[in-house]
């Protein structure tokens, strides 16, 4: 029997191609085991805003190089209350902004305190997860910290989860041994990323690359049909 898995960090409101891959497997396993890495998407992501894109960036408090991401703690808790203020600016207009208002109110609220950033960053992409109707589930990767080869971790996780189909980003490229997947019967696919539609915006400027929320608040229970891993007339 085949099983499809990815394995990725979490990040915080990440973008439709992150929500894309989670659609497209057996199974979702959070990696956030692995170090975390400043000015990455573990804690920001983006939003277009008056001026152009701008950053939602959580604070946090890093005690070592490549600490792992889930013992990452948040050092200032107003985050959560600039932000959600921040996103009723730009989004108060937007055609599904208030559908998802009332739960997004109580999300922020009830991550105001959170101390751990994978944490909230799970919370988030669970709630997210349910507006899209993605029922794959979300599993985590225990310490692999004693290997140090990041095939050799990638692999350990497969077969603990009994991949026979590995689905990760193209960047994985630049850094993964095709090899020993091909020795462990783990058949290595890409996700596409190109040829995404646009949908309807307010301004004059467009990127895919923005939270999804901006998808959400455009374009609310239609929000599938501009992700590619949904099956849309």
Known sequence: MSKKIAIV?????????????INSVDEFVVY????????SWRNRNRIPGPNG???LTIPVKV???NQPV???RIHDFRWAARHWKTLKAIYGKAPYFRLFAPSLTDLYEDNATEPYLSAVNVRFLHFICRQLNISTPLSFAQDLTAIDDPTEKLLHICRSRKATHYLT???????LRL???????ITVEWMNYEGYPEYPRQSSSFSHYVSILDLLFRTGPDAS?????????
């Not at 956030?32 to 000015?39: E, F, L, M, Q, V």
């Not at 980003?169 to 850094?175: C, L, M, N, S, V």
């Open 70 to 72: 889930n013992e990452i």
């Open 9 to 21: 960090q979490s990040s915080y409101i990440p973008w439709k191609g992150y929500f894309d891959i």
């Open 225 to 233: 049909m501009f992700m590619k891993s949904f099956s849309n007339p």
């Open 63 to 65: 005690d070592y190089l």
């Open 179 to 185: 090899s020993r997947f091909e020795e462990e019967n």
């Open 169 to 175: 980003g193209p960047a994985a490229r630049d850094y």
């Open 32 to 39: 956030d085991t692995a170090g975390y890495s400043k000015n």
């Open 53 to 55: 894109l701008q950053w």
